[in-house]
């Protein structure tokens, strides 16, 4: 295979308090991390992390807020994206990329796809 698909993992925090500190349970925030600006959603059911910009029109998400069936709700057009899958609830069939989290021993880390060459 010529191409591998690999994550990238990059540190957002030391631990869990710290994540906590930076985004309440219920509340978003943003954050830059390898190059992207990414939105962090704090629910009931854990650390979720989207990219921060609305597939619809670019609006900010980290603007918006959590709904309690755990969609992230853009501030502009209401749309609603669920955060696991990224697909939209409501509004049109966009979809918002959704990037894996892992609390592990020494911090909280944030995955990132990528495609590299296999050339052997
Ligand atoms: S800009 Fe987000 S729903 Fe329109």
Redesign the pocket.
Known sequence: MLFEKKIRWYKLFDSMEAANSFVKTGTLNSINVGNKKICLANTVNGLFAVNDK?P????SLSNGYCSSEGSIV?P????HFDLKTGRAKS?GGDCVDTYPIEVREDGVYIGFSETVWNLF
Do not use: D, E, I, Q
């Not at 619809?56 to 609006?59: D, I, S």
């Not at 502009?76 to 749309?79: F, G, I, K, L, T």
């Open positions: 609305c619809h029109n670019g609006a853009c502009v057009h209401r749309y509004g």
